[in-house]
C-alpha cells in the first residue's frame, strides 16, 4: 500500500478530477480548470522529487488528467496506473519530454502534452547569459570581490574572451538554438556556424539581413554558415551552445573525443538536458584546459553533480532555471493545463503548436484545442479549424 500524499484540493465538486504534482506559478491554470468543471488536486510534498508510488497513490481510483514535471519517471507504469483510473491526458510542465515514455502512453491511449513557444526567448536568454558570465569570468570576479581580495585595478584582473567578431557555434537550431543564435549574432556582432539535422532557412535569412544592414553602415559585416558535421562547429566556434532534444542520437554527443576537437579557449553552454554531455569526460577536460571554460544549466545526474565540478573554477553551474522568468513559468502552467483539459473536453490539437500566443492573452477565453500534444498523429486525434 502506498503512502498517502498531501494535497490541497480547489473545487472539491468539480466533475473531472485533474491532479497536479506541483504547485505552480500563477492562478490562471487553476481558474481555466475550475471554470470547466475540474476538481484540481495539488500535491504539497515537500519532497521535490516524486516517486512513481507517489504518484500512483495521487492518481488513486478516478483520476482524468495529471500535469507533472521533468523530474517524473512517466512509463509504463504511471501511464497503467492512469488509465486503470478512467484518464486519457497528461501533460508536462515543460518542452522537453524525455521523461515520458511516449509509446507507453500510445499503448494505453493516453494524450502526452508539453508546452513549447512560452519558453523559448527566456531560455535563449539564460544561454546567452552564461555564455557571458563564462566569457568575462563573472562569477570568478564575483567570489573574488566578496571575499575582499580587490586591492586595485591590475591589467591583468580577470582577463576573458572578447566575443565580438568570434564565431558562435549552436548545435541544435530548433526554436531555442534559433533564437541564441539570433541574440548571440544581433547582440554581439558574432558570426554563426550551426548544426541541425534540418536547414534553419529563417535563421540564415536573419543573419544574411543582418550582416547586409552592418555593412550599409560601414560595419564589419557577419556571416552564417550551415555545418554539415558537429565536428565542423566543434573546431571552428569560440562559443558553442547545445540546444538539441534528448535522445539516442544526442547521448553524450559531447565526450572526450568531441570536447579534444574544440578551441582550447572555447567556451561550451548547456541549457539543454544534461546526458547530452559525457559530465566525467568535461571535468577532466577542464582540469587539463583551465583556459576552456562552461556554463552548466543541466546535469547528468540531475540533481547531482559529478565529482570535481564544483570545484572547478572555470565551469559556472546554475540549477536548471533557463526558463525560470515568471512569464514564462506561469505560461507553461496554463498550457500544460489547457493541454489536460482540453483532452478531457474532446477538443482537437491546435494547429501550429509554436504560435500558442493565443493561449496566453489573459484578457480573453483561451480557444478550445489543446496546445501541443506529441503523440496527437499516433492518436489519431483531430487537429483544431481555429
Ligand atoms: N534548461 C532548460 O530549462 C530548458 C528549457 C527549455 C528546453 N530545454 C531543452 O531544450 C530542448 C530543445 O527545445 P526546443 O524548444 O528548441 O526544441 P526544438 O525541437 O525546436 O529544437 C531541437 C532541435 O534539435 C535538433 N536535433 C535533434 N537531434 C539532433 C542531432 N542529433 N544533432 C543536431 N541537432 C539535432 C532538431 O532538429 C531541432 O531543430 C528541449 O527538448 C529541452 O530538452 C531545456
Ligand atoms: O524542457 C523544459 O521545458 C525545461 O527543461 C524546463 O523548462
Known amino acids: 500500500m502506498a503512502k498517502p500524499v498531501s494535497i490541497e484540493v480547489w473545487n472539491p465538486n468539480g466533475k473531472y478530477r485533474v491532479i497536479s504534482t506541483k504547485p505552480m506559478p ?18 504539497t510534498e515537500k519532497k521535490t522529487i516524486l516517486s ?6 495521487l492518481i488513486g481510483n478516478k483520476c482524468d488528467g495529471v500535469i507533472g514535471q521533468l523530474t517524473e519517471d512517466w512509463g509504463e507504469t504511471l501511464f497503467a496506473a492512469l488509465s486503470r483510473a478512467g484518464g486519457k491526458a497528461f ?27 512560452v519558453l523559448t526567448e527566456t531560455t535563449a536568454e539564460l544561454a546567452a547569459s552564461l555564455s557571458l558570465a563564462a566569457a568575462r569570468r563573472i562569477v570568478e570576479a564575483d567570489e573574488f570581490m566578496r571575499a ?7 591589467p591583468h584582473l580577470f582577463v576573458g574572451n572578447l566575443l565580438k567578431g568570434q564565431t558562435v557555434g549552436v548545435i541544435g537550431a530548433g526554436r531555442i538554438g534559433s533564437a541564441y ?29 543582418y550582416g547586409e544592414f552592418l555593412k550599409s553602415n560601414g560595419e564589419q559585416p557577419v556571416h552564417w ?36 576537437t574544440m578551441k582550447k579557449e572555447a567556451i561550451l553552454v548547456n541549457c539543454s538536458r544534461g546526458p547530452v554531455i559525457d559530465e566525467v569526460a568535461l571535468v577532466e577536460h577542464l582540469k587539463q584546459n583551465p583556459m576552456f571554460r562552461v556554463g552548466l544549466d543541466v546535469f547528468e545526474d540531475e540533481p547531482f553533480m559529478k565529482p570535481g565540478l564544483a570545484e572547478m573554477k572555470n565551469a559556472v553551474i546554475v540549477p536548471h532555471i533557463a526558463s525560470a522568468s515568471k512569464w514564462t513559468r ?44 506529441v503523440n496527437a498523429k499516433a492518436l489519431g486525434l483531430p487537429v483544431s479549424k481555429l
Open 26 to 43: 500563477g492562478t490562471r491554470w487553476i481558474n481555466l480548470l475550475i471554470e470547466q468543471d475540474c476538481r484540481v488536486e495539488i500535491c
Open 52 to 57: 512513481v508510488e507517489d504518484i500512483i497513490s
Open 91 to 117: 501533460s508536462n510542465m515543460a518542452v522537453g519530454y524525455n521523461n515520458v515514455d511516449v509509446n507507453a502512453a500510445n499503448k494505453y491511449g493516453v494524450a502526452v502534452g508539453n508546452t513549447p513557444g
Open 148 to 154: 575582499g581580495l580587490y586591492d586595485g585595478w591590475l
Open 181 to 209: 543564435a539570433r541574440m548571440m549574432v544581433e547582440g554581439f556582432k558574432m558570426n554563426l556556424i550551426y548544426y541541425d539535422l534540418y536547414q534553419s532557412t529563417r535563421l540564415e535569412k536573419f543573419v544574411t539581413a
Open 225 to 260: 554558415k550551415r555545418a554539415s558535421s558537429m565536428d565542423e562547429v566543434l573546431r571552428e566556434a569560440d562559443v558553442i551552445s547545445l540546444h538539441p532534444v534528448l535522445d539516442k542520437t544526442t547521448y553524450h554527443l559531447i565526450n572526450k573525443e568531441s570536447l579534444a
Open 330 to 373: 506561469e505560461g507553461m502552467a496554463t498550457l500544460a493545463a489547457l493541454n489536460v483539459l482540453g483532452k478531457i473536453k474532446g477538443y482537437p490539437i491546435w494547429g501550429d503548436s509554436n504560435r500558442v500566443e493565443p493561449f496566453l492573452n489573459e484578457s480573453v477565453p483561451p480557444p478550445a484545442a489543446c496546445p501541443s500534444i
